[in-house]
């Protein structure tokens, strides 16, 4: 009986975590994969677009080591994002690359491609 509620909870608890954590993961492949499928089935367009705002987030990671005496660090990551609107006043966001980032101004007018929610290029007229 002292097994059980020792030994026996920490191991139904470990498999718990352990079939979240994988379910996590097999559910945001799925999710990225149903997306960039979606976006290999939509049409390439190009429409006048202006910028409208930009944005940065940045993910931060802590690593951390098991014993003492090993290394911790920070790693991080920045994802880039532009909103456009187009004529029909509609807007969207888009990932961007930090070079596209750095090189778009709000306010400035152009042709935007993209397929589906895949950022394709704005040429500025």
Known sequence: MGYFFYGGWFEILFF???FLILGTIVVRLIQG???WNQ???SPRLTVEATVVTKRAQVSRHHHTGGTA?????TTASTSYYATFQVESGD?????VSGPEY?????GD????????TRYLGFNRI
Not at 91 to 95: T, V
Not at 102 to 106: K, R
């Open 91 to 95: 807007r969207m966001e888009l990932e």
């Open 39 to 41: 976006n290999n089935h």
């Open 69 to 73: 005496g090993q290394v911790h660090h």
């Open 16 to 18: 718990l975590v352990f």
């Open 109 to 116: 007018r152009g042709k935007l491609s993209f397929q589906g």
């Open 33 to 35: 994969l149903r997306t």
């Open 102 to 106: 750095g090189q778009l101004v709000e």
